[in-house]
């Protein structure tokens, strides 16, 4: 089976903290996400990788930075936390080509006060 | 724009009934197209997919349909059980560049049965 970990499943921060939120597959996957959910707005895609050193930013990047200095870790960073990224981080990987699906992590709910 | 769309927000049946789950999308780009299941404090968990070469594809207990003319999108759960109850969503991929690809979601339909 495909597994996505998160390494923290709930988190309590200050505002001005540095966050990191990490995620480890282990399917040698060479795509990579980070998205965010909250209520009535679905998923966003925050930023992806498509291999080592690689990333683009999705539709929400302002706010974070990723690395991807190994190809089965996929960090989310906050660089200078705020309230307003509260919320529930997903990690997903997913081979590339068509037809492939995108695996999720079980998420990292976030609390910024 | 990309965007995926649901019909329906919410869809109650009753258990041992069939459900079907309507989802619209606007890329006529996107070649691959996946359903989602998420229950309550959990990530999403994959349900059953289909390429856009595919008008129909069938797993246990769920259909998923592909009209591409119409760029429209069912998933289709049969004699659901209370476990079925979730949010599903439907999400269309859309290729950026050799090997990369874009995952859109839609915004969630909540099922729930009714016992």
């Known amino acids: 089976d495909v597994k996505v970990t998160q390494s923290s499943r709930y988190l309590v921060k200050r505002t001005g903290e540095k966050v990191f939120l990490e995620c480890v597959q282990d399917?040698?996957?060479?795509?990579m996400f980070w998205y965010r959910q909250d209520p009535g707005l679905g998923l966003r895609l925050i930023y992806f990788s498509y291999d080592v050193k690689m990333k683009e930013k999705g539709d929400i990047p302002e706010g974070y930075s990723v690395s991807r200095e190994k190809k089965e870790r996929f960090s989310l960073i906050l660089e200078s936390a705020s309230t307003n990224q509260t919320s529930m981080y997903l990690c997903?990987?997913?081979?590339?080509?068509?037809?492939?699906?995108?695996?999720f992590g079980e998420g990292s709910w976030l609390t910024v006060v | 724009g990309e965007s995926v769309g649901l019909h329906l927000p919410t869809l109650s049946v009753q258990e041992g009934d069939n459900s079907i789950i309507n989802c619209a999308y606007s890329?006529?780009?996107?070649?691959?197209f996946i359903w989602y299941k998420q229950e309550s404090g959990k990530g999403p968990q994959f349900i059953i997919d289909i390429r856009s070469n595919m008008d129909k594809r069938q797993g246990q207990r769920v259909t998923v349909l592909l009209n591409k003319t119409v760029k429209h999108l069912s998933l289709q759960i049969a004699a659901t059980q209370p476990g079925d109850s979730a949010v599903y969503f439907c999400a269309e991929k859309t290729p950026l560049r050799q090997g990369a690809q874009k995952l859109v979601f839609g915004q969630g339909t909540r099922l729930t049965i009714n016992p």
């Open positions: 399917m040698d996957h060479e795509n």
């Open positions: 890329n006529s780009a996107s070649d691959y």
């Open positions: 997903a990987s997913g081979q590339g080509g068509t037809g492939n699906t995108i695996y």
